[in-house]
């Protein structure tokens, strides 16, 4: 007696849905190709004046509340309460004040073992130097869009590189954001090979960044109970790169984020941000906006930073949100030496491990991390859990 064949509907379902998804992967892999290769960002689809988000930029896994901006009462109520909780460090006489530097460094110590970031002010860096890099973030992006595509690339070897999401075809929705960075340290970049819009300013800026970073580094290294010098004689604050973010006006701004949750991928951040609000940062497990404050600039915790002190100091968690005002510049200078291939190894510093207290993570290199968080991109998860002990 012959059995029944019975059709297994469920197997057929199965290939179905699997089936369904690789055409929509294949699909989103085109509109992303097809958005990369016009080379002119996120800025060039609101020159051409969508009303709707793109589906590559909208985020499959939530409803993002949109940045509005409140009311003047709201507002100030709210900057009273945060500036109230968000921690600033005053820099100025640490140098000839005794008292004023022991005051720094406690204040760096609690900062950057309880948020991760705090507010700088006092640091040195001329108004002038600050408005003008502004303006050349600015100026950069909004160029005319021929000037501008000779730049664009995903080549990370060219000395500038120019772009709209780092991983663009990785990550599960793009970004409402456009960037360009360029390393302006160990090795410097021929000044030809930078934009003639913005090419001076950025070799001013970088330079008292860098200066900035040897008073920061000084100060973090005693918070740790090290000698002043320690962070800089193992290299934390030998390469700088800077980045350029233009974050535009956005018609749907609650479906997409500017920038997704992560932490940064270096030792130490050094951000300049302007006006228009929208960077929040995870503290306590709430997300908390950071309001400007004319003539601070935020400084926050890399994951290198946090590796190294053993989970002393905290790597921030922070996102941008997006807005309908635009555009929002901000301007971040990363120390790291990024993608160089450099011997040096860093893991949990030795004075700073016991045996109650034994080290996290294993010893990398630092292109060794970069790369990893390259790969893996902003996918909202720690880049540091891979290299846990």
Avoid at 342 to 367: A, D, H, M, Q
């Amino acid at each position: 007696m012959r059995r029944p064949k019975y059709h297994n509907n469920s197997a057929s379902k199965m290939e179905e849905a699997a089936h369904e998804l690789m055409m929509k992967n294949k699909e989103r892999q085109s509109q992303l190709k097809a958005f990369d290769e016009t080379k002119e960002g996120v800025k060039g689809l609101v020159d051409a004046g969508i009303t709707k988000l793109p589906s590559i930029f909208i985020n499959p896994a939530q409803q993002i509340t949109p940045h509005e901006n409140p009311s003047p009462a709201a507002a100030a109520a709210r900057e009273e309460d945060i500036n109230n909780n968000i921690p600033t460090i005053d820099l100025e006489g640490i140098r000839e004040d005794e008292a004023k530097r022991r005051r720094a460094v406690e204040a760096a110590r609690e900062a950057s073992g309880t948020w991760g970031f705090f507010r700088v002010t006092h640091h040195g860096i001329p108004d002038r130097v600050v408005a003008a890099v502004m303006g050349g973030v600015r100026g950069f992006f909004e160029q005319e869009t021929a000037a501008k595509r000779e730049w664009y690339t995903r080549d990370y070897a060219k000395s500038f590189v120019y772009h709209s999401n780092f991983d663009l075809f990785t990550s599960s929705f793009a970004d409402w954001r456009d960037s360009f960075y360029s390393v302006m340290a160990p090795n410097p970049p021929d000044p030809q090979q930078l934009p003639p819009v913005c090419r001076d300013i950025l070799i001013t800026y970088s330079n008292e960044v860098q200066k900035l970073g040897r008073v920061l580094f000084g100060l973090l290294s005693e918070a740790l109970g090290l000698r002043p010098n320690y962070l800089e004689d193992i290299e934390c604050n030998k390469g700088l790169a800077l980045f350029g973010h233009y974050y535009p006006a956005c018609p749907e701004p609650h479906l997409t984020l500017g920038t997704t949750e992560h932490a940064d991928n270096n030792f130490l951040t050094v951000l300049l941000l302007d006006e228009i609000e929208g960077l929040q940062v995870l503290h306590d497990n709430r997300w908390v906006d950071v309001p400007y404050v004319p003539g601070a600039l935020v400084v926050n915790i890399g994951d290198l930073l946090q590796l190294v002190t053993n989970d002393r100091f905290k790597s921030s968690e922070h996102r941008v949100v997006a807005n309908k005002r635009g555009p929002r510049i901000s301007v971040a200078c990363f120390f790291t030496t990024y993608l160089l291939s450099l011997p040096r190894l860093y893991g949990p510093i030795k004075e700073l491990v016991s045996e109650e207290n034994p080290p996290k993570y294993r010893e990398i290199t630092v292109k060794e991390y970069i790369s990893h968080f390259e790969a893996k991109g902003l996918d909202g998860t720690s880049a540091l859990l891979h290299f846990r002990l």
